[in-house]
Structure formats: C-alpha cells, structure tokens
C-alpha cells in the first residue's frame, strides 16, 4: 500500500495539490477536496472505503472535476450519479495504472470499493488486460 500511496503523492504533487492529513476529525467525517484551493483534507480515521481509493478520489475532484469557484466535495462511498459517479470510475482507473490487480475482486476487497461500482471495476479491468 505504501508504494500506491506514494505514487498518489506524486500525483498531487505533479498537478501541484496540497494534500493533509487532519488526524482530529471524527472518524465517520468524510475526507474532502476544495478544487480552487487545490486542497485536500483527508481523515485517516474515515474507514467506508481505503485511503489510497479516497485520496484517488479527492484529487480526481481536482485533477477532472467540473472546478466550480469555492466547491469543496466531500468523499461519500454511496452517492451512484452525477460528478461524484465519475470521480470514483476516475479514481478506479487511476488506481488500476499505479498497480495492475490481479482479479476484480481482490482489487474490489483491497480497496474496499463499493460493491455497486464492480461493473465499472470489472469494464477497466478488462481494457487493462
């Protein structure tokens, strides 16, 4: 995990996001970006899904998101359309070039991607192959 996280890391730093770690928020506080400020806020206590699927998540908002002036998006592992839709198929697409999975579902377990999102997870993994 350490190696997908620091690729991640270089990512935001290449695409020039601030990336913290707020320790003192609650754990089901959900993780969030701010795309003007280039800014995300990630809860290391937050455990719907991975980090490493989150943080992808967040700078995705970023990196592909629509960029309206003062959004901040908050991470929500159940929202199923709209922008939010897309940025988890980004943050899954993302994910698999860092590290190719070896099945679908252990890419799914690893993550702790939601199990509605396995169509889109099992589309990717095959243009991957």
Known sequence: MEEILEELENIARQNEITIFDVDSLEKDTPDS???????????????????????????????????????????????????????????????????RPSSVQAFMEFYKIPSWLSEYVYNDFIKSI
């Not at 701010?34 to 990630?42: E, F, I």
């Not at 490493?52 to 002036?69: C, D, K, Q, T, V």
């Not at 998006?73 to 359309?81: A, E, G």
């Open 33 to 99: 970006s701010m795309s003007n400020n280039k800014l995300v806020l990630m809860n290391p206590a937050y455990k719907k899904s991975s980090y490493a699927f989150r943080l992808a998540h967040e700078l995705s908002h970023i990196m592909y998101g629509n960029n309206l002036p003062d959004a901040v998006y908050q991470f929500s592992p159940y929202f199923q359309r709209g922008e939010e839709y897309e940025m988890h198929k980004h943050a899954i697409h993302m994910l698999m070039e860092i590290k």
